[in-house]
């Protein structure tokens, strides 16, 4: 059992490409910034080593409305819990200096959320999401 909890909302209206990119992107923010979420390097019976994966489960979260995602986002900023950000704009960028660009450039009320990657305390975290039902 793990004190902590990573959890990703997706809108549900994306591409399905859409909503494995923004997955993959967002759980990488978690990755990079805490080390500390990483298992060890898997290796197998022939000496092949391969990456490490989290230590925690990832529990995804589908979000109907911009309501949903924004109230998701407002709660756990209100938790001071560690949030990570997709917007729809970021599928017209190509680099990270566009994604830095176009984030900077709007208010978190402007942004338009399609992900949102949540990490912290189990219970923040479920309060943060709570009412959401999982991906499917």
């Known amino acids: 059992m793990y004190?902590?909890?990573i959890a990703i909302v997706i809108k549900d209206d994306l591409q399905s490409w859409q909503k494995l990119n923004v997955t993959a992107f967002l759980a990488s923010s978690v990755a990079i910034k805490f080390p500390e979420?990483?298992?060890k390097s898997l290796v197998?019976?022939?000496?092949?080593t391969y990456l490490p994966f989290f230590k925690h489960p990832i529990l995804v979260y589908k979000a109907d409305t911009d309501n949903q995602i924004k109230r998701a986002f407002t709660r756990a900023k209100d938790r001071e819990?560690?949030?990570g950000i997709y917007t729809k704009a970021q599928f017209?960028?190509?680099n990270e200096e566009q994604?830095?660009?176009e984030i900077g450039s709007r208010t978190d009320d402007e942004l338009d959320l399609v992900?949102?990657?949540?990490y912290g305390p189990n219970k923040k975290v479920d309060k943060a999401l709570n009412g959401l039902r999982f991906h499917s």
């Not at 992900?115 to 949540?118: D, E, L, S």
């Open 115 to 118: 992900g949102v990657i949540v």
């Open 37 to 39: 979420t990483h298992g």
């Open 99 to 101: 994604n830095v660009t």
């Open 92 to 94: 017209g960028t190509r």
């Open 44 to 48: 197998s019976a022939s000496g092949s």
């Open 3 to 5: 004190d902590n909890k």
């Open 81 to 83: 819990l560690n949030i």
